[in-house]
């Protein structure tokens, strides 16, 4: 197990298996030293984990919606693990990118977000402060209430010529 790893299981959490697409895209893609994750709902084992129920977010669902951003960071994380073979080659978390499926009045998008971040600071310490985007938006697949995107920066070993 990673040291990363380990710092996820001892702050009570999980990393799951990498999810199958639901479509025509990979889960996480390499370029240079960044690696991009598709966006990731909060799924386990392929059904969608909802505490507050599915849809929209208002007032009274916005801590189940930032619990929920934190099982789709874990699914993103996997999908990054499902690329690089271990979480311990991430230097830094660059961005994070959050979509809140949010009824018009509610502005709180930002909390819903910190679901996310506040784990990414858990998890990675320092490496973990990362610019964000907290998004409402009308509607997402599966009628989930959060979906997100990671872009990492990673430190992968030269190759031995």
């Known amino acids: ?84 073979g271990t979480l311990d080659v991430i230097e830094h978390i660059v961005r994070l990118t959050v979509y809140v499926a949010s009824e018009s009045y509610f502005t709180n998008q930002h909390l819903v977000a910190n679901g996310a971040s506040s784990l990414l600071a858990d998890f990675f310490g320092e490496q973990g402060r990362h610019v964000r985007s907290a998004v409402g938006v009308a509607e997402l697949p599966l009628d989930a209430s959060v979906e997100l995107e990671l872009i990492v920066a990673c430190n992968f070993p030269q190759a031995i010529i």
């Open 1 to 84: 197990m990673s040291h990363i790893e380990e710092r996820i299981v001892n702050a009570g959490f999980q990393l799951p298996a990498h999810s199958v697409p639901a479509g025509l895209y990979q889960p996480a893609i390499r370029t240079g030293n960044l690696v991009f994750t598709s966006g990731q709902l909060p799924l386990r084992d392929g059904k969608l984990v909802e505490p507050g129920g599915k849809g929209k977010v208002n007032e009274l669902t916005q801590t189940d919606a930032a619990a929920a951003a934190g099982t789709a960071l874990l699914n993103a994380l996997a999908a990054v693990k499902s690329l690089t």
